[in-house]
């Protein structure tokens, strides 16, 4: 064998020899570590059960990242409850008819969003609805509907466009005495999504929060499945509770109704959402599921769509982009759906 014809071998092995170590290392399953997941005991906030799930590379993380959300929306509830009387919203509803009040960030941000959102359904979502609210408590407790001239009198005190917001310093101040806002309606989706952020922050690759009936997900499940909710059948508490399940990422879902709160004068029911304008509880829909893209517009719209009943509330649904809608009418079990709902249902 001559020199050349050795070289030629000893270069042709050792590009064979690459060659098969290059395919050996592609073929090879990588040693990935899978993310494990966590969820947290229930919890009590905001005068409902939360609950939350992460997906994290270790269960350090998760569980950081569950304690950050949870904390996130403790901070949230002690900012807008307005049941407690040391909250921001508390000092808000106390004063601002006689001073503007100047109140922090998240506060300011969710007041904001929430006057976008009244002019965006027309004021069938309006966080002024407040007096209206305590007077159909007091009506309850008394067992005697509401007179027309106590209602005529709250017309007074109700309505967005009363609402002044200063974002030079943050301050919030009421044109008319009396007012109070009340952000039942948003609150929870927005805490949702505060605490998906916080999540995310901390390292959680994936995860739910479940404030009440809003949810915030992120990511995909463990198993690489998107995350299942199920839409609760209103007439059935016990058994065949569970009309549809809707499969989900990166979406939150939010369900308001009648069926769970409710006031009840002379034995008949009277839903806990009212139509600000005509100072009236919100009855012909019994269940109102939305599917949009965070859990503040979710909340809201299940909120104005049970307020705008069928037809107009999906009018509005169908102006909104990625956004769907799963209704269930007051005394029937009929469930009507978005025109792209189906793509949402759990097969
Ligand atoms: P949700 O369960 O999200 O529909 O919120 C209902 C709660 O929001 C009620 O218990 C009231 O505190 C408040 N609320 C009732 N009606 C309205 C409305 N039209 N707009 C905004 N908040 C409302
Ligand atoms: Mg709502």
């Known amino acids: 064998m001559t020199k050349r014809q050795l070289w030629i071998l000893r270069i042709g092995i050792a590009a064979s020899l690459l060659v098969f170590l290059l395919l050996r290392s592609f073929s090879r399953p990588q040693k990935t570590k899978r993310p494990i997941s966590l969820e947290s005991p229930t919890k009590i906030v905001m005068n409902t059960i939360a609950r939350i799930v992460a997906v994290a590379p270790d269960e350090k993380t998760a569980k950081l990242s569950i304690d950050a959300a949870f904390e996130k929306i403790y901070r949230l509830e ?103 806002l009340d952000l039942g309606a948003i609150a929870k989706g927005y805490a949702a999504d505060k605490a998906v952020n916080e999540m995310k922050k901390c390292g959680a690759v994936a995860g739910l929060v479940e404030i009440g009936g809003q949810i915030g997900c992120f990511g995909l499940t463990e198993e690489k499945n998107k995350w299942i909710v199920g839409i609760r059948n209103p ?59 965070n859990g503040t517009e979710a909340d809201v719209l299940a909120t104005a769509v049970s307020v705008l009943g069928a037809e107009k509330g999906l009018d509005l649904i169908e102006k909104t982009e990625d956004t769907e809608a799963i209704l269930i009418k007051t005394g029937s079990s009929e469930i009507i759906k978005s025109s792209g709902a189906e793509q949402y249902l759990a097969k």
């Open 78 to 180: 002690t900012l807008m409850n307005r049941y407690d009387p040391s909250s921001q919203l508390s000092q808000v509803n106390l004063l601002a008819a006689k001073q503007p009040v100047k109140v922090d960030k998240d506060l300011f941000d969710i007041l904001q969003q929430s006057v976008y959102y009244s002019k965006k359904t027309g004021g069938a979502f309006d966080i002024t609805v407040g007096p209206l609210v305590d007077l159909w408590k007091k009506c309850a407790e008394a067992n005697s509907m509401p007179a027309d001239k106590q209602l005529e009198e709250i017309k007074k005190k109700i309505g967005f466009q009363r609402l002044l917001l200063d974002s030079n310093d943050f301050s919030v101040r009421f044109v008319a005495e009396g007012m109070k």
């Open 235 to 293: 007439a059935k508490q016990k058994d065949n509770r569970i009309i549809d399940k809707i499969a989900v990422s990166n979406m939150a879902v939010s369900t308001s109704g009648d069926y769970e709160r409710f006031y009840k004068v002379a034995d008949m029911r009277f839903s806990h959402i009212f139509n600000p304008k005509a100072e009236k509880s919100a009855n012909e829909l019994t269940s109102v599921t939305i599917i949009a893209p």
